[in-house]
Nanobody
Framework: QVQLVESGGGLVQAGGSLRLACAAS????????MGWYRQTPGNEREVIAV???????KYADSVKGRFTISRDNAKNTVYLQMNSLKPEDTAVYFC????????????WGQGTQVTVSS
């Protein structure tokens, strides 16, 4: 089992920055890729950034060049640095990790609200 706890959300003006953090605990040795997703009311959860165990990263086009995902393995924490925020970035942000055993298991954090005012 893996537990994920997010922090760092809040209210920011357009053009501002926020950094989200996601701390993992439990069977952290089994964690594979970690990522950040976001969801707005009435919409599906969308992946916006992923970091793999070799530190390769991938981003959704909507955040490329503005957001940066990173991980600190010593702290079992993954970060999302969000710069040049736009009102359309307003959403609940979720941390995710994947654990591969006999199948791929997804673990989720509780979500943190990010609100960008215009």
């Amino acid at each position: 089992q893996v537990q994920l706890v997010e922090s760092g959300g809040g209210l920011v003006q357009a053009g501002g920055s926020l950094r989200l953090a996601c701390a993992a605990s439990g069977s952290v040795f089994s964690i594979g890729p970690m990522g950040w997703y976001r969801q707005t009311p009435g919409n599906e959860r969308e992946v916006i950034a992923v970091i793999f165990n070799d530190d390769t990263t991938k981003y959704a086009d909507s955040v490329k060049g503005r957001f940066t995902i990173s991980r600190d393995n010593a702290k079992n924490t993954v970060y999302l640095q969000m710069n040049s925020l736009k009102p359309e970035d307003t959403a609940v942000y979720f941390c995710n990790c994947k654990v591969v055993r006999t199948a791929v298991f997804d673990y989720w954090g509780q979500g943190t609200q990010v609100t960008v005012s215009s």
